[in-house]
């Protein structure tokens, strides 16, 4: 094979991947005309690649008039995708950002039940910090990465109730915060768990837009003061919505205030 017909390949799949992306949960079954609205194809080109990769299972036809939507080779695809996908591997850049330009401790948490477990930490480098360490749990009523997580969970008055019960959360404080987390877009707390202690944390999704944890920067109130808490809260958001478009989540569920 001579280097135009390799050139000529490598677009070919270029163009195919165009046409697979142009499909969204918006827009999950789309005309030939409407496709070409959405990449930069003559007309005879999209029909030669939309029909490769019908052979090949990635697009199936629908309909009449003819539509498009994908195949089963894509869902395959997805299987493996998430079913070999490491949560700490996929996290791990995110959280190395936020801890070169915040040089605090960065902790990923993750629901279990009632509780929140530690999965990943990065402990800040200054002599005044503050650190848990993997594999440190807390009721999930506590602090800010669990109120993060609460905030967006799928919870009733009833379930909160059953998840504060035997602390000295009170319920009707816990759903303020809750609402005025999800207003925000990211929680705060001030010496609640450790005395002294300043943290932000901001949920993350999975592909399915469910809440799969939190993310958050633990501090000195002394350097935490209301200022950097919001260019750290600021962080955090851009930081979430990259880590939960590793998750394959493709929406918008956190914005900064």
Not at 78 to 98: F, N, Q
Not at 125 to 138: A, H, I
Not at 170 to 193: I, P, V
Request: charged share 25%; net charge neutral.
């Amino acid at each position: 094979m001579n280097t135009v017909e390799k050139n000529e390949n490598v677009r070919a799949v270029g163009r195919a991947l165009d046409i697979l992306l142009a499909f969204s949960e918006d827009d999950p079954e789309l005309s030939a005309g409407e496709l070409l609205k959405r990449v930069d194809l003559s007309r005879p080109t999209l029909y030669r690649l939309i029909y490769t990769l019908e052979e090949s299972g990635f697009l199936v036809s629908v309909g009449e008039p003819q539509r498009f939507r994908l195949g089963p080779a894509v869902a395959r695809l997805a299987h493996v995708w998430t079913a070999t996908l490491d949560l700490k591997t996929v996290a791990e850049p995110v959280l190395r950002r936020i801890w070169d330009t915040t040089q605090e401790t960065v902790a990923l948490f993750v629901p279990r039940g009632n509780m929140r477990l530690c999965v990943a930490e990065l402990p800040s480098p200054q002599p005044l910090n503050f650190k848990r360490g993997v594999g440190y749990t807390e009721r999930i009523v506590r602090g800010a990465t669990g109120r993060a997580i609460l905030a967006y969970s799928e919870t009733d008055a009833e379930v909160l109730r059953s998840y504060a019960q035997g602390t000295s959360v009170n319920l009707k404080d816990l759903e303020a915060e809750l609402a005025a987390t999800r207003k925000r877009g990211y929680s705060t707390s001030h010496s609640e768990l450790i005395s002294g202690a300043v943290a932000i944390a901001v949920p993350f999704f999975d592909r399915n837009g469910q809440v799969a944890g939190s993310m958050g920067v633990f501090g000195p109130e002394v350097r935490l003061d209301s200022a950097r808490q919001k260019q750290v809260a600021n962080l955090l958001l851009e930081e979430s919505v990259r880590l939960s478009e590793s998750l394959g989540f493709g929406g918008v569920r956190a914005a900064a205030r």
